[in-house]
């Protein structure tokens, strides 16, 4: 097809790219946002199996400071309820940009596959 495309049909491609942009990027967040999110859930659940008195470290930066333990138990539940949070927006925006590709990807078959009026 030696032709050159329709501009609305550039401009649909090139929608289309992007919304392939957006998922991707959303995709590899939503991934990193579960890997801490179970590394968290990790560290809770050994959390829970020491003695109330145990002495436990917090790696902050390069350091690792004493800290205790149910401070450090309540700055995990609070950070793990932060990535469920963010884990959930991340759900919704991947599906409103499934829903976007699709939309997309209809009108551009839609677009191709009806003959121009010339």
């Known amino acids: 097809m ?45 959390l829970e199996k020491l003695e109330p008195e145990a002495v436990i470290y917090r790696a902050i930066g390069d350091l690792l400071i004493k800290s205790e333990r149910d401070k450090t138990k309540e700055s995990l539940k609070e950070k793990k309820d932060t990535l469920d949070l963010r884990l959930q927006t991340l759900a919704r925006q991947e599906e409103r940009v499934q829903k976007r590709f699709q939309q997309l990807q209809e009108q551009l078959k839609q677009a191709i596959g009806t003959p121009s009026a010339q």
């Open 2 to 46: 030696s032709q050159e495309l329709p501009p609305q049909i550039k401009n649909q491609l090139a929608q289309l790219q992007q919304i392939q942009q957006q998922a991707q990027a959303i995709a590899v967040q939503k991934n990193q946002v579960e890997i801490n999110l179970k590394e968290t859930e990790l560290a809770l659940e050994e």
